[in-house]
């Protein structure tokens, strides 16, 4: 028997290890490669674009113009400075898209789960098919659902909120409207994030492995306990990242937001009353009427946005994997 | 098809002309040669408990995959259930606990008795079927999300049981499953940093947790190390003090190990039926069918 221990003396020069594609191999290689590179590159491109056309506004107003909430373009000839400052569309475009979250998030699992555990067979396909269509829709369309069908039950339902709930502060009004509230885009924006939630729960309650699901029927489990020590857990990470998504979308939500949020430059925490933020409905609100500085400005919020949605998604990415190191 | 059906005795039919005429025919005869003897004059300690199929079918959609199994499993015993692939056992297993079902297209018929209730009949709550018979799987499969300790427990948590002392069901489990030893220290870590065999004997911990009268395990080593395999073995055959236990194994060496009875199921194509069921030292001396002997001497299978 040999000696492991031993190894001889000297040992023998390593081979080089190549692998010399065929033509074909190499063409695909560089098809796709393009590919991947073209999404970075435009990427990229946006990124430097919006940083050079915004960066006289970063000079001018520092942080000022990410934590400042006055919006005001000035006037030369009558000696005013311009002021730019987008910090209450920040915290608004914040409080729309958790408030959206809010309602989205419990509905969708719960479709997500129903049509995963619950409905019957005839029914999966085509109800499947309706929820990913709600994703189709334009946005302008829920903008004006929200702004003429929605709108009047929602004020109701608002004042019952702050009739009952009122002394809790977010649920406060300082004065009594309530059309075009944060709450109002908020509940429009669930209804557009519904979908992308439910379509990525959906995917991961389907890869729940089938064995622990039949370990947890075989332990004598009811469907519903085991969706809850089974199911959830898996699908943690999967929920997680797909609210992350939704809540992309809602922050990015342009045009029904514009429709149904009374834009305000001060920022306001009471989510039933009519004033709110969204920086993406701002851009739209100012472009058409912006001088050179504004339009500057604009960019400059655009950036802003663009990073924000950019560290949401990479926060998005650490719950996912770190739930995904506990889940699974 | 001759169907020789087991008493309640757990004493296999055998004439006596058939020890005289044939010799033993696999060396596996030896080994299970130990394993009776020990039981040969077994006694159930109730009379009438235990679990017996009785003439079951089963179909996945129109096609019909078992027909006709009767087979009785007395308490205090360990069942191999042997055979090629493809053969019905695992689906056979798969009705003694209503497992069978979560196939779509599922289909059934004959009856299942457990202490003497058939656990098919209407109204019955099937989560509570699944208490008294639990299983253990091909892979072993503990909630990668839970500790050890609450792997153990979690039937517990899933059928909504009251438990007085949690610390020590836990204890005795794992003592029961061989596992105790290995983890008594770390019962907070994770169910997935344990070995494939410790993992296999958590999910037999879990399993005995919920207090089960019936085990089924469907080919629970086949997975596994030799190593890890022998210590399922010995676990299964200390299982045997409080419960049946039903295994399906296509390593015969296994079957010959740890189990009382044996039967053999095959399939010509059609469904799947149970050959021959007998004491496991007759299946592997003296088998009454030649299409056993051949299986169990490996000359096909």
Redesign the interface.
Known sequence: MPDLSALPETLPERRELTTVPRFSDKVFRGVVTAGGFVALIVLGLIAVFLATRSFDVFRMFKLGFVTGFNWDSGDPDNGITPILGIGSMLIGTLVVSFVGLFFALPIAVGTALYLTYYAP?WLKKPMTILVDLMAAIPSVIYGLWGFFILMPHAIYWAKLINKYLGWFPTFSVPLPIFERSPFIAGLVLSVMIIPIITAVSREVFSQV?L??I?????????KW??IK??VL??GSSGIAGGAMLGLGRAMGETVAVYLVLNLYFLPNFHVLFSAGGSVASMIVTKFGEAGSLELKGLMAAGLVLFIVTLVVNYLSNLIVRRASR??? | MDILKLKGSGQAQTTSEDKVAKPEISSLASVAADRSESKGDFVPRRPGAGLEAKGVHAWFGKHHVLANVSLNFPSGTVTALIGPSGCGKSTFLRTLNRMHEFIPGAGMAGEVLLDGTDIYKSGTDVTKIRLKVGMVFQKPNPFPSMTIGENVLSGIKLAQLKVSNKDDLLEECLQRAGLWNEVKDRLSAHGGSLSGGQQQRLCIARALAVKPEVLLMDEPCSALDPGSTLRIEETIRQLTESVIVVIVTHNMQQAARVSDFTGFFLSDGGPGQLVEVASTKEIFSRPKDERTEAYVTGRFG
């Open positions: 067979y492995p064995d622990r039949q370990a947890a029927y075989a332990l004598g489990a009811t306990s085991m020590t089974v857990p898996f506990t889940g699974r």
